[in-house]
């Protein structure tokens, strides 16, 4: 005969003379609603002690994915995507030659003033 532990059959391991109520599972709790910008509820249970600056004012719904908040008729509103851009449109947005030849300048003139400023005190 095998015998794999100490446990004796039917029992649960850990479980030892403390009850439910011991363990937290019937503590005072508070029920905290939160809605997201599509209307979806989400419920969550917190401690009734906990204060309320510990409470999340906002959370991620776990049925949509965007922000929920506490307040029925204000819910936290939908991130606002940027829309794919092409390459062309970075092209566009590039600096002119100008505006790139006075940035390396400022650049340079800054990495000489840090030079000097290590070669003096050394």
């Known amino acids: ?7 004796i059959r039917g029992s649960r391991v850990g ?7 011991d363990r937290g599972f019937h503590a005072d709790r508070i029920r905290v609603s939160y ?19 510990e409470i999340p004012e906002t ?3 776990p049925s949509s ?3 929920a908040g506490r307040d029925k008729e204000n ?5 606002k995507l940027e829309p794919y851009k092409t390459h062309l449109a970075y092209v566009k947005e590039r600096r002119t ?5 006075s940035l390396l300048e400022e650049a340079l003139q800054q990495l000489r003033v840090r030079r000097g400023k290590l070669s003096a005190t050394n």
């Open 1 to 7: 005969m095998a015998s794999g532990g100490s446990a």
């Open 15 to 21: 479980a030892g003379p403390m009850g439910e109520q």
């Open 35 to 53: 809605w997201d910008a599509l209307g979806n509820e989400t419920v969550r249970y917190f401690a009734a002690n906990l204060p309320d600056d």
């Open 59 to 61: 959370i991620d719904c």
């Open 65 to 67: 994915g965007l922000p």
């Open 75 to 79: 819910p936290p509103s939908v991130v």
């Open 97 to 101: 030659e100008e505006e790139a030849e």
